[in-house]
């Protein structure tokens, strides 16, 4: 009865033991299956102050926002976000940058970045936020087949998650992910059964009746 116990915590142990690990493990040194070759996420944040005085933006404000917007080389995939001092708001303003970065294809994000700094009242701050991805270092074909050891290649992992970096719509997914939607996840579900459900069967329809007279 006293080697229960002994035993138990043995084969904890050898489980343990067999338990995959991936610190330590280097492109050149990996045995295992877990590819060290993953993308890197990367946003960086344009900042423009804009005076509002606390309402709709001037012409030569509008001007200067298009002007900024063309410089950063705005596009698909970035964020717009407005951000003012505490306890002001200027609804115009906002619909105006709004309506501005919605000519670029840009998304305007409900909240702005936290960045250092305070905004001036009667200023609204701009913010352009890109984020972008890739694999360092990859490809990479280093390896010299001289290692002593079961390793796999040094570019393992580099097509696939390269690939995922560079068609990915929002890079931050590969980071944060996203939050499920309960109405979003229902109403993609029932579209599928409901087209299954209301979809005549192809076999109803009639048959072709090709003719066999050539045209003339």
């Known amino acids: 009865m006293s080697r229960l116990p002994i035993l138990i915590a043995a084969a904890a142990l050898g489980a343990a033991g067999c338990a995959p690990t991936t610190s330590g493990l280097t492109a050149e040194n990996n045995p295992s299956l877990y ?7 990367q946003r960086t944040d344009y900042v423009l102050d804009l005076s509002s005085g606390g309402g709709a933006l001037s012409q030569t404000e509008l001007q200067r926002l298009d002007a900024w917007l063309v410089s950063i080389g705005a596009g698909y995939g970035d964020r717009i976000a407005v951000d003012e001092s505490p306890g002001y708001y200027s609804g115009e ?31 609204i701050r701009v913010i352009a ?3 972008t991805a890739s694999v360092p270092n990859c490809p990479n074909w280093s390896n010299k087949g001289e290692y002593p050891t079961t390793t796999t290649s040094p570019n393992y992992g580099c097509s696939v998650n390269s690939n995922l970096a560079a068609m990915i719509a929002n890079p931050e997914d590969l980071v944060l992910g996203q939050d499920a939607s309960s ?21 109803r329809q009639p048959l072709q009746s090709p003719s066999t007279t050539s045209a003339q």
């Open 35 to 41: 590819s060290v070759n993953q993308p890197v996420v």
């Open 129 to 131: 936020s890109r984020a």
């Open 183 to 203: 109405s979003g996840s229902a109403t993609t579900a029932t579209r599928a059964v409901r087209t299954y459900r209301e979809r005549p069967p192809t076999g």
């Open 93 to 123: 303003a906002r619909a105006d940058v709004a309506r501005v970065a919605a000519d670029y294809g840009l998304a305007f994000a409900d909240a702005p970045p936290i960045l250092g700094g305070s905004v001036a009242p009667g200023t």
